[in-house]
């Protein structure tokens, strides 16, 4: 049982980085092939919007360590 949490622990590691990288990235690369523009318009807000929070993570990461 104890293997399972660990295979169960690792799967869901994986699944944050999938869904909030690889599909996104498959999407962006279908809307770029495209001839709509809409479509670029929305994975390129979603691109920078992860890169600013990705970047605010990073910045307040040490604060909270240090705090807790």
């Known amino acids: 049982m104890n ?3 660990t ?3 690792y ?8 869904v909030m990288l690889l599909y996104p990235l498959y999407a962006s690369v279908v809307a770029i092939e495209s001839t709509s523009k809409v479509d670029d318009e929305q ?3 979603y691109w920078i919007l992860y890169s600013f929070l990705t970047l605010v993570e990073m910045l307040i990461q040490p604060l909270f360590e240090w705090y807790v």
């Open 11 to 18: 799967l869901h590691s994986l699944a944050g980085p999938g």
């Open 43 to 45: 994975w390129l807000a």
């Open 7 to 9: 295979l169960l622990t």
């Open 3 to 5: 293997r399972f949490w």
